[in-house]
Structures are given as C-alpha cells and as structure tokens.
C-alpha cells in the first residue's frame, strides 16, 4: 500500500485544530503544533518500515475493536479511536491516533453520526486505499430504527429515512453484531487476502458465540417482572426491542444537551404515571440529571449504570460478551 510522505497525519492534525477552534489564535498553541510538526518528519511520523508485519486497523469504539480483535486475532494490531470513559460524540483525537489512522489498511465505524468529527477528520488523514467497514450498512435497512424514535416494539418503522437519521447503536443487539462481524471479517479478507480464510473462518466462530449470548439474554430477560425503563439517551433501543423491553424516555435528547428543569419534571411525572422503576445512565456522563429524576421521585426511581462501549481495563467489560453480560446482570437487578 503507498503511503504519502512522513509528516502528513500531524500535519492534517494541525488543520484538524484549527478547524475545530475557528482561528489559531494561541500563538503558544501554535508553535507547540509547529514544533510537533517538525518533530514528527524527523522521526518519520509513523515509524515506516519498523513494522511487525500485522495488519493495522483502527476501530472507532471500543466494541467495534474488540470486534475486530476477535476476528483478526494475532494477525491484526488494532487501535481504538475513542478511549474507554469517553463519549464518541464529542471525542478529539490526538496526535499519536491521527499517526495511526494515516498508516491504518482498515478502517472499522459505527457510521449513522454516532461520531459526528470522524467523517471530515477521516476524510483529511486516511488514506484512499484503506479498506472500509462501516457497521451501520452491515445492518438491514429493515432493522433500522429511526434516529429520535423511543418505540422498542416490533411494530417500530423503519423506512423513509437516510441511514444517518438512524439510532446509531447497532452493537448493542448480539443478532445486529453478528452481520457487523461478518462484514469486518470480508474487510478484514479485503484488505490481507493472504489469511482471508483464518479472518472468514474466526468470524463464523465468533457469531456462534454471539448466537449463544443471545440465547441467553434472551432467556434471562424473560425471567425480568418489569419491561419499562428510562435510559439517559437513546443507547438501548435496539437491545430493548430484540427482548421485549421498553424504552419510555430519554433524559438526553441531543448528545450533550442537559434536560431543563421542565423537561425533569415531564420525566418525573412520566415515570411515577408508568410506574417506571429505574433509570440506566452510563459512564461516559454525569448521572446528576439522572440523581434529579430519582431524587424528585421520592425515592420511587434507583439509578442504575449500564455501559454501552466496555473498557480494556476493566475484566467485567474487557470484551464485548463480559460487557453485554454484565450489562444483562444490572438490567436484571433493576427489572426483577
């Protein structure tokens, strides 16, 4: 694969800040960038030629990578572009990924604006020959739940919208990850054709492992006496409609926008009406909202974490499986 001269991703990184702060007025900040710069075409930017020979694929989330950990195994070295902790809407890279995503051969995201920056940044650092998997279109239309729409049912419509109006997460339904997994192992065979087989056939064993979770999740969330939850953004819609929960409401609309006092009411009194039990917030946002909702409840609504993305480091969520297990376990604790 030809790649441009060393120095190019920090040099895209320079554009990238002063992109996203309008004018590079810092003159500190500036010469920092400059001095990196130049730094970085000294040492060759991304270290060409000191390779071990894998195949480098950067991941947008921590799900999508571990995705294609499984599927790539030690064929692959793999980057994980928002860090666990981290929102994916909000999230700036930094100078070591954008070095990674300059040499990356494989590019694995959600897609559906899950992250917003990814599209313009990708587009300035990647290069033309990297291989794309995009989990979104691995998903059927027909599977497709429209971005903003609270329903879980099975009755929830689908069509007439652009994929980027749709609820981005995906992952989150073991069934929609296996086609996610199945079109990250074709790209995977794309872009290595010489361990096309090893990456095909890792990823047939790893969607019999997600049919089992399913099975399980399935059977433990129909042991759950109650159906209702309110979450604090939209991350469980398709989960809820896959096991025959219900979503109710959301106390994030807009990533990133706080509810006001009113709108804390409208959930306040939409949870005692439904006789709603519990709130899932996550860990890559402040619960105060969600404490708000509960405190005003009277003590009728507990505040339970759930984490949509995992984390490396930690071996309840260090894989997708013990994420979406452990997960389950929460949902369970709240909703029997």
């Known amino acids: 694969m030809i790649r441009e001269p060393a120095g190019r991703c920090v040099v895209q990184y320079l554009k990238y800040i002063i992109d996203k702060t309008g004018k590079a007025r810092d003159v500190g900040a500036v010469a920092a960038l400059v001095i990196l710069v130049l730094s970085a075409l000294f040492a060759g930017c991304?270290?060409?030629?000191g390779g071990d020979g894998r195949l480098k694929v950067a991941a947008d989330i921590v799900p999508m990578a571990d995705f294609c950990e499984q599927v790539g195994g030690d064929l692959v070295e793999v980057e994980t572009m928002v860090?666990?902790?981290a929102s994916p809407h909000s999230y700036e890279l930094t100078t070591g990924q954008m070095r990674f995503l300059e040499e990356a051969e494989v590019l694995v995201t959600v897609g559906m604006d899950l992250d917003p920056w990814a599209e313009e940044v990708?587009?300035?650092?990647?290069?033309?020959?990297?291989?794309?998997?995009?989990?979104?279109?691995?998903?059927?239309?027909?599977?497709?739940?429209?971005?903003?729409?609270?329903?879980?049912?099975?009755?929830?419509?689908?069509?007439?919208?652009?994929?980027?109006?749709?609820?981005?997460?995906?992952?989150?339904?073991?069934?929609?990850?296996?086609?996610?997994?199945?079109?990250?192992?074709?790209?995977?065979?794309?872009?290595?054709?010489?361990?096309?087989?090893?990456?095909?056939?890792?990823?047939?064993d790893y969607i019999r492992n997600l049919a089992e979770l399913d099975a399980e999740i399935a059977e433990k969330a129909a042991l759950f006496s109650r159906r209702e939850f309110v979450a604090f953004h939209s991350s469980w819609v398709y989960f809820a409609r896959r096991y025959g929960l219900?979503?109710?409401?959301?106390?994030?609309?807009?990533?990133?926008?706080?509810?006001?006092?009113?709108?804390?009411?409208?959930?306040v009194a939409l949870v005692e009406a439904g006789g709603v039990?519990?709130?899932?917030?996550?860990?890559?946002?402040?619960?105060?909202?969600?404490?708000?909702?509960?405190?005003?409840?009277?003590?009728?609504?507990?505040?339970?974490?759930?984490?949509?993305?995992?984390?490396?480091?930690?071996?309840?969520?260090?894989?997708?499986?013990?994420?979406?297990?452990?997960?389950?376990?929460?949902?369970?604790?709240?909703?029997?």
């Open 83 to 85: 860090p666990p902790g």
């Open 246 to 267: 219900e979503q109710v409401g959301v106390i994030e609309e807009l990533p990133g926008k706080e509810p006001s006092a009113g709108e804390i009411a409208d959930l």
């Open 46 to 49: 991304a270290a060409e030629g």
């Open 277 to 336: 039990g519990v709130i899932f917030a996550e860990p890559q946002f402040s619960p105060r909202a969600a404490e708000a909702i509960a405190e005003e409840s009277g003590g009728r609504v507990v505040v339970k974490i759930l984490d949509p993305l995992g984390d490396p480091d930690d071996p309840e969520y260090d894989t997708y499986l013990k994420m979406m297990r452990r997960n389950v376990e929460v949902m369970g604790e709240a909703l029997r």
């Open 122 to 204: 990708f587009a300035d650092v990647v290069d033309v020959s990297t291989a794309r998997v995009v989990a979104g279109e691995a998903v059927p239309a027909e599977e497709l739940i429209a971005a903003g729409d609270e329903g879980s049912g099975p009755e929830q419509e689908t069509g007439g919208h652009e994929r980027g109006l749709y609820d981005p997460h995906v992952w989150l339904d073991p069934v929609l990850a296996m086609g996610i997994v199945e079109a990250i192992g074709e790209g995977l065979a794309e872009a290595d054709p010489a361990h096309a087989a090893a990456y095909r056939a890792n990823a047939e």
